[in-house]
């Protein structure tokens, strides 16, 4: 099955700074590439997402890179704000023969002081 | 009108009994997952479940059931639980491809 790898486990920056969390797969069959963002207590959400016909994508403050050929892809998230302090995951979503199977990496907590 | 729901929200038993935890999604999506979220954050996907068929973790012991009704349930039955399952369990849905919506979670103690 897919399996993704995600670095750092932890990040810490100073407000205003920006914070790069990247991710490699292993199926290059996988097609679909969401961020989430779990706040303490909480469940996880969306941020953005990118789909392997897209090389960039970018939301405001956040923009995902992907790329194909070496299998890894990249949140990036410049100003930092005390409130982007939270553990972010990212995904892939594997081929499984047509069937949904969305594989998480294991979580980067990011930590943004005033 | 709670995307995806998931009860209880907190669930605290002895060890060795049995245990459902129930999830509805009203986006009508077609995938529908179950999560397994530890102590270290990792969140580990124990099954995936699209139009009936049903795809295992093969890590996932056999005392971990899950049982579909219809397109919009997904329920986790667990058996003779033990101290290791003690866990926050989220249920999730989507299309196939798409954004996942996660329900609550589930905060399992087992004692």
């Known amino acids: 099955g897919e399996n993704v790898e995600q670095h750092p486990s932890t990040l810490s920056v100073q407000e205003g700074d920006s914070a790069v969390i990247k991710c490699t797969y292993s199926?290059?069959?996988?097609?679909?590439f969401p961020w989430y963002k779990q706040e303490l207590g909480k469940r996880p959400q969306l941020i953005i997402d990118?789909?392997?016909?897209?090389g960039e994508k970018k939301d405001q403050r956040i923009a995902v890179t992907l790329n194909k050929t070496a299998k890894h892809f990249s949140l990036h998230i410049t100003e930092t704000q005390p409130e982007d302090s939270a553990v972010y995951f990212c995904?892939?979503?594997?081929?499984?023969?047509?069937?949904?199977?969305?594989?998480f990496g294991k979580g980067t907590m990011l930590l943004v002081s005033p | 009108d709670t995307a995806v729901s998931q009860t209880p929200k907190y669930l605290v038993t002895q060890m060795g009994n049995d245990k459902s935890i129930k999830c509805e999604q009203n986006l009508g999506h077609d995938t529908m997952y179950w999560y397994k979220q530890d102590s270290k954050k990792f969140l580990k996907i124990m099954f995936s479940y699209n139009n009936k068929e049903l795809i295992i973790n093969e890590t996932v012991p056999n005392r971990f059931s899950p049982k579909s009704p219809d397109k919009a349930h997904l329920n986790l039955h667990i058996n003779s639980l033990e101290l290791g399952d003690s866990a926050v369990y989220f249920c999730?849905?989507?299309?196939?491809?798409?954004?996942?919506?996660f329900g609550q979670g589930t905060r399992l103690t087992v004692v």
């Open positions: 990118i789909r392997s016909n897209v």
């Open positions: 199926d290059s069959a996988s097609n679909y």
């Open positions: 995904a892939a979503d594997g081929p499984n023969s047509g069937y949904s199977t969305l594989t």
């Open positions: 999730a849905s989507s299309l196939s491809r798409g954004e996942a919506f």
